[in-house]
């Protein structure tokens, strides 16, 4: 794996719990669980920035809302 | 970029040959395996056309560019490897870690590690039509063991997932041991497969020993 640096973060109490609740959900470190999300933000903002929208859609409702991703 | 120290078998006298699996491949790499590549692409492809091959028996992978997906390497969540052997890139592969959930209980929506693409070498490839025996053996296998392990690194716990063409599906079943979860209509009906964490404990303990 390339080498890694130290940061330190400061959370408020209800971003903290949330980032509990994701690494007990999907069985990962908070370490891990931050380093989805960055890659997930650069994904999204890459594609953003070609000129794509991101969506979220119900099929059972049949409906779809973009995302506004700032 | 960081290495791995392995081997590979040459298929002539079965002898194994020392060779490394880099990771963190950048574009000008892919640059390199392309233009390595398309010269073999080309003799195979004329190869086949001599021998009267039949376009649906062409390996499957003939097409691919990989100078083409130099972008993909630009995402955090993308990672390149490479097998150098002799000093020419033997197979490479691009892995996503993120993005990407299990669909298979236990661990139902919990990450994977998906392998995006996964390529040997044209002059690897064993194609009896044209008496093409390739050069060397288990690069497959061994990129797809460097893509477990990462998932392990990742806290994935092994788990791997990927769409195969399907020259590629007995390898990926037989070889692999994923499990096939069903055609998936938004990705060109391709087959899918998965690892989970049991299958690929078992996995990275067979290659350990090998």
Known sequence: MAAKKTMTLNLTDAEMAVLDELSEKKDLSKTAVLRQAL????MVNMRIDRGEKLFFEDEAKKEKAEVMVL | MSGIETFVQRRSD???VSATILEGMAATDLLVVENE???ERSSVMQELLSAGVARPNWPESLHWDWSRKVPELQLLASTGFGIVCEKRWQGVMITKSAGYFTRLEPDKGKPLLYVDYLEVAPWNWVI??????GLYKTVGSTLFWRAVQQSEEEGFHGRVGLHALPQAEPFYEKVCRMRPLGRDASKQNLLYFELTRQQAAGFLKMGESK
């Open chain 2, 128 to 133: 009896p039509q044209i008496n093409r025996d």
């Open chain 2, 14 to 16: 079965k002898e194994l």
């Open chain 1, 39 to 42: 890659r997930l933000y650069q």
């Open chain 2, 37 to 39: 590549w398309r010269a």
